[in-house]
């Protein structure tokens, strides 16, 4: 599900991370609800809920909002003041909870969804001293959707390849104006599984991304035989033959 395909991410804080043999001696624990914001021309301001689920802590989080595009399969994030996040910078107490809220300062203009990241950053706290050992820092990357006045929709086309005896690789094209999100794809020869891609991946309009596959006992080593592509998407459950290009 993908809720619980979007998780906390730990990573080690830049700048600040202090790296040596020891073990872990921070480690904060946030949630945010909902985990995705879809804004329009009638609702054009958003509310999610941060809570501190440490017991003995308090944390620091820090607001970024980013633009959110895709260039040759690839996220691409640039600044985005036309995107607001309040407040920006916040500390909740042991077990607090503060709302922050999400808007655009100008509606879009734009016939197509247009979409944003917002990023939720703990702020680590000073080392204590004699400290020696790697701050963890904790970060949030939520999606935010907004659509225009016109309806949108994905469109999305498939095709597998592979070069050699390389990986089957998945290529999926939006050719509709509003996203996809897919998730738990499974190639089928038949009715047997021949490669699956566990994860999820977003495809923007008008992009392009390249899942490499995971092959199963039975994935084929040369052209012929009908691919199907059976997975989920959050426009719908896909079950689509599949085209395939060989090299």
């Given at each position: 599900?993908?809720?619980?395909?979007?998780?906390?991410?730990?990573?080690?804080?830049?700048?600040?991370?202090?790296?040596?043999?020891?073990?872990?001696?921070?480690?904060?624990?946030?949630?945010?609800?909902?985990?995705?914001?879809?804004?329009?021309?009638?609702?054009?301001?958003?509310?999610?809920?941060?809570?501190?689920?440490?017991?003995?802590?308090?944390?620091?989080?820090?607001?970024?909002?980013?633009?959110?595009?895709?260039?040759?399969?690839?996220?691409?994030?640039?600044?985005?003041?036309?995107?607001?996040?309040?407040?920006?910078?916040?500390?909740?107490?042991?077990?607090?909870?503060?709302?922050?809220?999400?808007?655009?300062?100008h509606?879009?203009?734009?016939?197509?969804?247009?979409?944003?990241?917002?990023?939720?950053?703990?702020?680590?706290?000073?080392?204590?001293?004699?400290?020696?050992?790697?701050?963890?820092?904790?970060?949030?990357?939520?999606?935010?959707?907004v659509?225009?006045?016109?309806?949108?929709?994905?469109?999305?086309?498939?095709?597998?390849?592979?070069?050699?005896?390389?990986?089957?690789?998945?290529?999926?094209?939006?050719?509709?104006?509003?996203?996809?999100?897919?998730?738990?794809?499974?190639?089928?020869?038949?009715?047997?599984?021949?490669?699956?891609?566990p994860?999820?991946?977003?495809?923007?309009?008008?992009?392009?991304?390249?899942?490499?596959?995971?092959?199963?006992?039975?994935?084929?080593?040369?052209?012929?035989?009908?691919?199907?592509?059976?997975?989920?998407?959050?426009?719908?459950?896909?079950?689509?033959?599949?085209?395939?290009?060989?090299?």
């Amino acid at each position: 599900m993908m809720i619980r395909a979007i998780r906390l991410l730990a990573r080690a804080a830049t700048g600040a991370a202090l790296v040596s043999t020891c073990a872990i001696s921070h480690a904060a624990n946030f949630t945010v609800t909902p985990v995705r914001v879809e804004l329009s021309p009638s609702q054009t301001s958003s509310a999610l809920t941060v809570k501190n689920e440490m017991t003995d802590e308090p944390v620091v989080v820090e607001l970024n909002t980013v633009a959110w595009s895709q260039k040759d399969g690839e996220d691409v994030y640039t600044p985005a003041p036309e995107l607001l996040a309040t407040p920006p910078i916040f500390t909740l107490a042991p077990g607090a909870t503060q709302v922050i809220r999400i808007g655009l300062r100008h509606p879009s203009a734009s016939d197509r969804e247009t979409t944003y990241r917002l990023y939720l950053r703990e702020v680590p706290p000073p080392p204590k001293p004699g400290f020696a050992g790697v701050q963890i820092a904790l970060e949030m990357r939520l999606p935010i959707f907004v659509k225009p006045r016109v309806a949108t929709a994905p469109a999305l086309q498939w095709h597998v390849d592979r070069q050699g005896s390389g990986p089957l690789a998945l290529s999926v094209t939006n050719e509709g104006t509003a996203h996809a999100q897919v998730a738990n794809l499974v190639l089928t020869a038949g009715d047997r599984p021949v490669a699956t891609y566990p994860g999820f991946a977003y495809v923007l309009p008008g992009q392009t991304r390249r899942l490499v596959m995971q092959p199963g006992r039975d994935a084929p080593s040369a052209p012929g035989g009908a691919l199907r592509l059976k997975a989920y998407s959050d426009a719908g459950d896909i079950d689509s033959p599949i085209a395939q290009q060989w090299q």
